[in-house]
């Protein structure tokens, strides 16, 4: 199904594909969407005021010191009236800007101002593209929430080639569709999700506890995702410094006896992923005062086992959500390890992986996963950023939510 009566702002960047602006602005106007456009002062080297208003049937907005401008919509109402918003091309310098937070044109304070989800269509020189600044502004960019598509392969305007190629308008066009197709459908259905995320400290005494490494990055960077098709998900975290998109309700923890209560509390939903590492064991009881360095103490510390949060939610069976998706992060014999897992806790999916290398899992950007279906389908994703593990192991998930339909009777 094709989009339409969206609202769509499109920031014009400075870049010789800025002139592709005006094929998607065409394509989106043909399918009775509405369009505005802030052109930056680059983007006006390449593309005119007057062909994109011609387009749009809009006034194209060029520079937050326009007194006119500021009257007739302020960058704040602009960011409010769109659906989405699209910068294209992204150039490497306002990446630069965005990633330092900056608020210096119209372009972009509408975006720091903005409650919107915002596409970023990258183009550029390869180097700059593989350059070390920008690939961690791209860090950062993912980390506060960004969607991005491209850069693709491709003999670029400057006659080298490479990756740093802008998608076509055709490809965006394509992208808006999905994006908007299944957040429509996922709206409808009024889907609900939780996702429980980072580490847990079980705490000896006042000043000592027994966590892990995890760093939360996956299990956000799924709750992102889940937000961005439109499902209302709660995100449990234990400790970590991660910041989320304000349409997620975060729900901040320290213990996994805490972490329990607040997924209990969140029931019902349709689909709960659980990608904390969770402390299997906690100290049966914690001193009051800090532990003395004695002999005495040193063999004092007694344990007794954390609930198994996936465990309850799978065997529920008053509240089972419709997936529920365990993580299995093991050192040796993943394979079996994680069918186990998916069996004795009765999960949909398990995604499974190997801590034992340093540069994925636990405190990376990068990971790299089985997802195991409780169908015996495996399917590998190659190393990557998590934020792309966490598209695909969403894409699975709602696959095979929206396989079943009988899951909506
Ligand atoms: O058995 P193991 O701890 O390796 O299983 C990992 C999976 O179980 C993860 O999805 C983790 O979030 C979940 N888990 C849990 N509650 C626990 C222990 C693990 O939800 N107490």
Same mark, same amino acid.
């Given at each position: ?25 065409? !394509? !989106?106007?043909?399918? #009775? #969407? ?9 983007? %006006? ?61 119209? *372009? ?27 690939? %961690? ?30 998608? &076509? ?41 027994? &966590? ?33 998109? &304000? ?24 689909? *709960?992923?659980?990608? *904390? *590492? ?77 801590? &034992? %290398? ?52």
């Amino acid at each position: 199904m094709t989009i339409k009566n969206r609202k769509i702002l499109i920031i014009i960047g400075g870049g010789i594909a800025a002139y592709k602006s005006l094929d998607l602005i065409r !394509l !989106l106007k043909k399918n #009775n #969407n509405d369009v505005k456009t802030i052109l930056t002062k680059s983007g %006006k080297e390449f593309v005119t005021p007057l062909s994109v208003t011609t387009l749009t049937k809009n006034k194209t907005f060029e520079d937050i010191f326009d007194k006119s401008t500021e009257a007739e919509i302020d960058h704040i109402s602009l960011s409010r009236w769109a659906d989405l918003i699209i910068v294209m091309p992204t150039t490497a310098n306002f990446m630069t800007k965005l990633a330092a937070g900056k608020a210096e044109d119209l *372009a972009t304070t509408v975006i720091l101002a903005s409650n919107k989800n915002i596409l970023l269509v990258p183009a550029m020189n390869v180097r700059m593209w593989i350059h070390k600044a920008t690939q %961690k502004n791209i860090n950062i960019l993912e980390d506060y929430g960004y969607m991005f598509l491209g850069p693709e392969k491709g003999e670029m305007a400057c006659g080298e080639y490479g990756e740093g190629k802008m998608s &076509s308008p055709r490809q965006i066009f394509t992208y808006l569709e999905n994006y908007f197709n299944k957040r429509n459908f996922m709206k409808k259905k009024n889907l609900k999700a939780l996702v429980t995320t980072g580490p847990t400290r079980e705490y000896i005494d006042p000043v000592r506890y027994i &966590s892990n490494e995890s760093s939360g990055k996956q299990g956000r960077e799924i709750a992102e995702v889940l937000n961005r098709y439109g499902i209302k998900t709660t995100l449990i975290s234990g400790p970590s410094n991660l910041v989320t998109h &304000s349409e997620i309700k975060t729900k901040k923890i320290i213990s996994a006896g805490e972490m329990f209560e607040e997924v209990k509390k969140t029931l019902p939903v349709d689909i *709960a992923v659980c990608a *904390a *590492a969770v402390s299997d064991f906690k100290p049966s009881k914690i001193n009051k005062n800090k532990l003395k360095k004695n002999l005495k103490n040193f063999n004092y510390i007694k344990f007794e086992k954390n609930r198994d949060i996936v465990e309850y939610l799978g065997k529920n069976n008053k509240h089972r959500p419709k997936i529920v998706v365990g993580f299995s992060a093991e050192t040796e014999n993943i394979n079996k390890n994680s069918f186990s897992k998916l069996k004795d806790k009765n999960c949909d999916l398990i995604i499974a992986n190997n801590v &034992s %290398k340093k540069d994925v899992g636990f405190n990376s950007d990068y990971n790299k996963v089985l997802i195991i279906d409780n169908n015996g389908k495996i399917k590998q994703l190659k190393k990557n950023k998590k934020s792309f593990i966490a598209k695909k192991i969403v894409d699975v998930i709602l696959d095979k939510l929206l396989i079943d339909e009988r899951n909506f009777n």
